[in-house]
């Protein structure tokens, strides 16, 4: 019984000082600060009753308990002046597996390009999400350009009619400039902001909206069997967008381009505010008329993006091959990726080129599915042109010729690391010029734009293509990726318990049991 009162005596002790710990440091609750309080003290008392006759000796114990609990409050006190420390170097370590918590290089170099301030005015009329909050100001820590406030649009009439907000949308306002005679804003979507998957791509790119100067038109062509930019109404199943090019439009449209459809035998002419002109995996054939047109258009310095399809001949050729590009018959198949898939290809090697060097440093494999060879010429092009290959397949690789379920290499088929996209530039003079530079870029596949095109690489490839023949060279990178939302919600009465849990109850209850095992000794 003694025994126990001196085991009772000790935890008693280290609960009753240790109690002002609980109070003002891991919970602040005034109920678990008297429990372990009042815990403390009832032990002390059950130690003084069955220790009566050593009452006398209790000021040597007092000092012992009273030196280790001492030892206990200064560990505590420098975990408390070491987090003190890290808290404001702010120094944080993203563990999430789809790095959740960390911004992509174009977010940060696009921050770190800022040539003036910028400011993000929020209209809400709740309190701004967690999520928001935490999400600017990782983009704040990147620049001291960047500032943001939230607004009530019912207080602010004038404010919501300045940036044009709808009433029944509030949304956040990048401004550039604000409050300046040269002030300039875009909107950005507020529930993808504060989404965790979209959040940052949305924001960084209304910032590059907010930097272009004026609007980058993408016209794709049609009329020839191409994939549309969006379905007619009742044409397709809902959902069915794999048949559209509708995700390419909307990632276009966030990266600052407008996308319209242009029928050249209707319109026999390509508009001047034409920065791109794609064609995206047309069926049938051209007319010599808008061949013509096309031809025209590179003359002046037009900027051209073709995505073949395999088995079809929409006579482009003689106008690619003057720009050193040649799109093989047959289909690229490499069995070694997937034999039940030989004609799914993976293409993991990439040329020297400003598009592919952001994919290349981060070592991503691209996916093609049925897609045709792209040779580079050398001769019979027009003169100073300059065709590169970008895009390579594995050294496995063949043309097959005559694609079946088991295709093997035949003699005469041509074999090695065929390219899949190639790219090619030509300086230009003309009175009507529209850029210095004439520039072609070649796909040997459509899909990616469409089944292929979530894929990271697949997209990040078409986007930077995009990024190149417009002159844009910030485009010239890697995205956010989409991200899994894989954290876990924690609200401040579960931080809390949490805290008290880490921080008080295992180091007493450990500390405690050191003490039990040390006086039961002792006593023997």
């Known amino acids: 019984m003694k025994t126990l009162g001196k ?4 935890v008693g002790l280290l609960l009753t000082l240790t109690s002002v710990v609980t109070l003002f440091v891991t919970s602040g609750s005034f109920v678990a600060f008297g429990v372990k309080l009042g815990l403390g003290l009832a032990l002390l008392v059950l130690w003084a009753a069955t220790n009566s006759e050593k009452i006398a000796t209790w000021a040597r114990s007092v000092f012992f308990f009273s030196s280790s609990a001492a030892i206990g409050v200064v560990f505590i006190a420098l975990m408390i002046g070491a987090n003190f420390i890290v808290a404001r170097r702010n120094k944080t370590w993203d563990l999430t597996n789809k790095k959740l918590f960390s911004l992509s290089q174009q977010t940060r170099d696009t921050l770190k390009d800022l040539k003036a301030p910028v400011k993000i005015v929020i209209f809400l009329t709740q309190p701004l999400p967690d999520s928001l909050v935490d999400l600017f100001q990782r983009f704040t820590k990147e620049t001291d350009k960047l500032t943001w406030e939230v607004k009530d ?3 602010t009439p004038a404010l919501v009619a300045k940036y044009k907000i709808r009433d029944e949308d ?8 604000p409050d300046q005679p040269n002030e300039s804003s875009t909107t950005a979507n507020l529930p993808k902001l504060a989404n965790a998957e979209e959040g940052e791509e949305e924001f960084t790119n209304a910032l590059i909206r907010l930097e272009q100067v004026g609007e980058l038109r993408v016209y794709f ?3 020839h069997g191409e994939t549309p930019l969006e379905a007619a109404r009742g044409q397709l199943p809902q959902g069915a967008q794999s048949q559209t090019l509708a995700r390419v439009k909307a990632a276009f449209t966030d990266e600052g381009y407008v996308c319209e459809s242009l029928n050249l035998a209707k319109t026999n002419a390509i508009p001047r505010d034409a920065s791109v002109v794609i064609s995206a995996g047309a069926t049938s054939a051209y007319t010599e008329g808008e061949k013509r047109l096309l031809e025209q258009y590179l003359d002046e ?9 395999a ?10 091959a003057k720009y050193g590009l ?8 490499d069995p070694r990726v997937d034999p039940r898939q030989p004609y799914f290809i993976v293409a993991p090697f990439y040329g020297d080129h400003p598009t592919v060097a952001p994919l290349k440093a981060k070592k991503l494999n691209l996916l093609f599915d049925s897609a045709r060879g792209i040779s580079v010429l050398r001769e019979g092009t027009l003169p100073g042109v300059t065709a590169l290959s970008t895009v390579l397949t594995t050294p496995e690789a063949w043309l097959e010729t005559k694609p079946d379920e088991n295709p093997k290499l035949d003699p005469g088929e041509k074999a090695g690391q065929l390219a899949v996209v190639a790219v090619s530039t030509r300086d230009v003079k003309s009175e009507n010029q529209r850029f210095d530079q004439a520039r072609v870029v070649a796909f040997g596949d459509s899909d990616v734009l469409t089944g292929l095109f979530a894929i990271e690489g697949n997209r990040n490839l078409v986007l930077n293509v995009m990024g190149w023949v417009s002159n844009q060279p910030k485009k010239l990178t890697i995205r956010p990726p989409d991200r899994d939302i894989s954290s876990l919600q924690v609200d401040a009465g579960m931080l809390s318990n949490i805290r008290l849990v880490v921080m008080d109850v295992l180091p007493m209850l450990l500390i405690g049991v050191g ?5 039961t000794r002792r006593s023997r």
């Open 170 to 177: 509030f949304a956040a306002v990048l401004v550039r400039n």
């Open 515 to 519: 003490l039990t095992v040390w006086l």
């Open 326 to 333: 040649q799109l093989d018959n047959g289909v690229i198949a």
């Open 153 to 155: 649009p019912r207080k």
């Open 7 to 10: 085991v009772a005596g000790g």
């Open 301 to 309: 310095g037009g900027r051209f993006v073709y995505f073949a399809e």
């Open 311 to 320: 088995d079809t001949e929409p006579g482009l050729d003689a106008l690619l």
């Open 221 to 223: 062509l049609e009329g």
